[in-house]
Structures are given as structure tokens and as C-alpha cells.
């Protein structure tokens, strides 16, 4: 399998703060890599300077064999990058199907489009009209999937797709991963939720304070391993 991303040495600060500092990783065409960690550890950063929301201090992003760590964000979407943002980000006034249609504004040719969301996700059919400011945590989430995916992205980045939902609504999102890279995408999602991870995952990456403490495979990983490096344990 081909590498989609690289990650060689990713250092981000927040002014005169350093974020995240050393990661290094990549993800092959079709794998689920999940990024785990405490709050704080910088799961969210680490979307954002992949997405091209931050710019890195240090170190290199490459998508493809390109370095693309200069590029702004718009121009990683045209590329094949597609973020979910934690907290869903919709635009309340918009309906399902408006939200639904910015994903095309800058995204690529493909074959998904509001029917293909719809069948990815049948409990929109009946909300598409209905402004996302009146919808459900559950039902925004899948919107804000659906918005990522209007994209046709080759990367789809995934932040915290299941804080604050029901594990019902929890299992419904996660059990469309499949089907999502099926249709040609490589995803990798930042999870708090260490079991949630681990069940989807074909590697992991833990990060502690804003450094990679762990990474491999669930099945060459001790759970024993993957909690203390979670919590810092053997740091402590």
C-alpha cells in the first residue's frame, strides 16, 4: 500500500508555546490510524496542522510524495484533505442539505453527493430541510461527516466524532467507517475513547503533552502499554 500521509518531525507552537513537538508517522492507502489521548495532549493541534489550519514550526507534512506543509487550508481540500472538526462546526441558520453542499465548494470530482450521504446516513433524509441548528448532537455529526465527504477527500480527518453522543449514536458512525473508505478514503481519527479506537484501528498513535509516547499496531500493543502511555503513568 502506498503512503497518502507523512509526518517527519511535526513541531507546532501557540506563540511562544510549543503544542506539539517530534511527531512522527504515516498512514498507508486504507488503513484507520487513530490518535489518542488525554485532554491537552494535542490531538486537536495535530488535526489542525494536518488540515492546514496550523502552520508547523518544525518538521514536514507530506500528502501523496508532496510537501505540503506551506499550503493553506483551502488548497488541501482541492487536494483530497477533509476535516471534521471537533464540535461539528455547521453553520446553524443553513439547513442539513445547505451545510451539505459547502463541502463541494472547494472539494474534489467523486461520487459522493447528497444521495450518497443519505444512503451513507438514512436518518437525514427526513432532516435535510431542517436548519442544523435544530438538529440533534447525533444528526449534526453525521451532517458535519457528510459535509466532509461532499469533498470526495482521499484523507478524511475525524476529531472526536463521538464526544457527547449516545454509544447507539456512537456505534451508528462508527459502523459507516467501512463503507467511507470503500469508497476510496483513508481516514484518521483522534478518539479519547481508547476502546472506540482500538476496535477500528490498524495503528495508533498516543500522544502525551504534545509528544508521541506510543505507536504501532492494536495487536503488537499491550493494553497495559497504551493506558500508561495515555495517562503518563510510567512518566510519573
Same mark, same amino acid.
Given at each position: ?107 474534489? /470530482? ?51 466524532? /463521538? ?55 492494536? /495487536? ?17
Amino acid at each position: 500500500m502506498s503512503v497518502v500521509l507523512s509526518v517527519r518531525d511535526l513541531s507546532v507552537d501557540y506563540g511562544q508555546l510549543r503544542a506539539l513537538s517530534g511527531i512522527t508517522f504515516e498512514l498507508r492507502r486504507g488503513q484507520t490510524l487513530a490518535v489518542i489521548g488525554a485532554n491537552g495532549a494535542g490531538k486537536s493541534t495535530l488535526l489542525g496542522a494536518l488540515a492546514g489550519l496550523w502552520a508547523p514550526a518544525e518538521g514536514s507534512v507530506g500528502f501523496n510524495g508532496r510537501d505540503i506543509s506551506a499550503l493553506p487550508a483551502f488548497v488541501r481540500v482541492g487536494l483530497g484533505i477533509a476535516l471534521v472538526p471537533e464540535g461539528r462546526r455547521l453553520f446553524a441558520s443553513l439547513t442539513a442539505r445547505e451545510n451539505l453542499l459547502t463541502g463541494q465548494q472547494r472539494g474534489r /470530482s467523486g461520487g459522493w453527493d447528497i444521495a450518497a450521504v443519505v444512503e451513507l446516513f438514512p436518518l437525514l433524509e427526513a432532516l435535510l430541510d431542517r436548519p442544523s441548528g435544530r438538529l440533534s448532537g447525533g444528526e449534526q455529526q453525521a451532517v458535519a461527516i457528510g459535509r466532509a465527504l461532499m469533498g470526495n477527500p482521499e484523507l478524511l480527518l475525524l476529531d472526536e466524532v /463521538s464526544l457527547g453522543l449516545a454509544p447507539v449514536l456512537v456505534e451508528q458512525l462508527y459502523a459507516a467507517l467501512p463503507r467511507i473508505q470503500a469508497a476510496g478514503a483513508t481516514v484518521l481519527i483522534v478518539e479519547q475513547d481508547v476502546g472506540q479506537a482500538l476496535a477500528v484501528a490498524d495503528e495508533v498513535v498516543t500522544l502525551l503533552e504534545g509528544r508521541q509516547v506510543l505507536h504501532g499496531a492494536p /495487536s503488537q500493543l499491550r493494553r497495559e502499554d497504551i493506558i500508561d502511555a495515555y495517562f503518563g503513568a510510567r512518566a510519573a
